[in-house]
């Protein structure tokens, strides 16, 4: 190898650190928890606050955890006047980006829990970045607070679910249905 090309390598080498992608190491990930749905319910929604404190773009691309059958990043908004949700493909924070994931908003989309979650539990998640790298954070899960309303009932967010104004065991949900959304949940 000549002295051209020796400075080509030494060059690339002292490059490759810069142009890695950012990894999960450098999720930081306060609050996490899920909210906790009624018995039978087919999926339940995770959350947390994310922030990237590395210099460089950061890519959540997937999620998983042994409590569910899979589980998907999902965004909610509103699109005239009706709440929607859709699946990302991937998530990004920039560098020093700080994300809420919260109701009605983005959230982590836990379906076919394998087992019955209740207020106190927890619940360990794996969040994977496009490098590979991966993050295992454990969710407590918490009671469901109200939702606002927020239009028409959405018959797609098989999530929505708010407990009744005044709860009592036998008026507890059993599950959830496009109804569930604007203010309490479905009987029987
Ligand atoms: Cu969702």
Redesign the pocket.
Known sequence: MNLKYTSLAVALALLAPSLAWASCSDLKVEDPWIREAPPGAPAM?GFAQLSNKGGKPLTLVSASSPDFGSAEL?Q?SLEAGQAR?RKLDTLTLDPGQVLRLEPNSY?L?LMQPVRGLVSGDQSLIELRCDDTSSAVVKFAVRPPTVLKFQGPANPEAH?CWAPPATPAPATRCSRCCSGCCPRACCRG
């Open positions: 929604a999902h909610s949700m959230h989309m999530h």
